[in-house]
């Protein structure tokens, strides 16, 4: 008897395999299966490696010939390195990555099209002290230096400034500059007044380069998570467009449901069947537990959290995946903040110009929790000039209520 029931379950599992086999084998080579980009934020191994993309091409084209100063924020883990990565190949003309994609379409509608670029790029992110954010950018700058030449300045904002003049000579090109999680250093002090005030100096002593050089510049972009409008990169350049809470960007990052379905098909075909439910109802599953994004005032526009989605459909399991990721020494630092006492995050709210201009600070943590992901957004009254929050999706209120025990004064339904 045994031995009957061992076989019957392994011709189960033969029948399984051989299902999706024969759905693999049906698909012809322009459908064919490729890889979950698990963390990758090369656009070029993407491309080149077999993963799925998703089609965000048409944000970056907008960017890069759009105005020249821009800054897009998102929570962490919402595939801000990888549009980074992006746009830089795109500025270095690297047509034979952007086949098939909706960059193409656009690129014809210019004069001169795949312009081949300098693009000064720097990552921010990991540094935790002055003296080592001053070291990256100085060896990046070293770095550029041996193809433009050595300066004979030793302060970073005039070695910067002689770098895009001399690059702009040599290629008759305007450059681009990129700065990938700009406010990662700041982030990680904002507890840590002395080394934060030595940062700010750091960033002073760099960015103001970018405004005299305006005319050798194409585009500036920054990502990160949290503005500090207190810094000269936003006010010596005060034209910067603060690109996060515009709702024709509130899609640019993250993935919508629409794209899951056309993007992920055989991976939710497959979790669904191991799960024994339907694609639908999983769907519906992963919409409480990663879904409910809002990034602007119109909150039709919603996205899932990518990173967790994305993970789900690598281990067939929906779980909490954001949170495990890191993070959680800032929030709980921010979750002791005494102006979080009493507050109810499913029914909170900030005024628009909090919400938009204000710079982030540890006096005001909802601020912070906003732009770190841990509320969004749920509705905006005009009338009174407000923006009212909520806890985005099961995920983050699975964080939250775990973060929050041992701490009196919340009001945070496990649901």
């Known amino acids: 008897m045994e031995k009957v029931k061992k076989n019957s379950e392994l011709l189960a599992r033969l029948e399984k395999s051989m299902y999706f086999c024969k759905k693999y084998c049906d698909m012809n080579e322009d459908t ?89 790029e720097f990552n921010f992110g990991g540094f935790e002290t002055a003296e080592a954010l001053y070291d990256h950018i100085s060896g990046k700058i070293t770095e550029y230096e041996e193809i433009y030449g050595k300066s004979v300045y030793k302060n970073l904002k005039d070695r910067f400034k002689s770098l895009m003049e001399k690059a702009f000579t040599a290629t008759g090109h305007h450059v681009a500059v990129i700065v990938d999680e700009y406010d990662a250093p700041l982030q990680h002090t ?48 005060n034209t910067v467009s603060i690109l996060g809470y515009l709702p024709e960007y509130s899609k640019a990052l993250g993935l919508t449901g629409q794209e899951i379905l056309d993007n992920f098909q055989f991976q939710l075909e497959e979790m669904a069947e191991q799960q024994g439910t339907t694609v639908s109802q999983l769907l519906a599953n992963m919409k409480a537990m990663y879904d409910g994004y809002h990034f602007s005032e119109d909150t039709t526009q919603e996205v899932y959290n990518p990173f967790s989605v994305i993970n789900a459909l690598s281990d067939k399991k929906i779980i909490n995946y954001w949170a495990a990721s890191g993070a ?20 909170c709210s900030l005024d628009e110009d909090e919400l938009q201009l204000d710079d982030v600070s540890i006096d005001n943590s909802l601020l912070i929790l906003y732009q770190a992901g841990y509320l969004t957004i749920k509705s905006h009254n005009k009338k ?19 973060e929050k025990r041992g701490i009196s004064g919340y009001d945070i339904v496990e649901r």
């Open 384 to 402: 009174l000039e407000l923006y009212e929050l909520c806890i985005p999706n099961k995920e983050v209120r699975n964080t939250l209520y775990t």
């Open 190 to 237: 904002l507890f840590k007044k002395e080394e934060h005030e030595k940062l700010i100096l750091i960033y002073r002593s760099f960015f103001p380069a970018l405004k005299d050089c305006e005319k050798y510049l194409k585009c500036l972009f920054l990502t990160g998570v949290t503005k500090f409008t207190s810094l000269s990169l936003f006010t010596t350049l």
């Open 328 to 347: 959680s020494k800032l929030l709980s630092d921010i979750l002791k903040r005494d102006d979080l006492s009493g507050v109810d995050f499913d029914n």
């Open 32 to 120: 064919k299966i490729l890889k979950l980009p698990l963390s990758i934020q090369s656009f070029e191994e993407i491309r080149n490696g077999g993963y799925v993309y998703v089609d965000k091409t048409d944000y970056v084209w907008k960017i890069a010939n759009g105005k020249k100063f821009n800054f897009l924020g998102r929570p962490r883990r919402f595939g801000k390195s990888l549009f980074a990565d992006t746009m830089r190949c795109y500025f270095e003309g690297r047509q034979d990555l952007f086949e098939n994609l909706k960059i193409m379409d656009l690129e014809h509608t210019l004069e001169h099209e795949w312009v081949k670029r300098q693009v000064f």
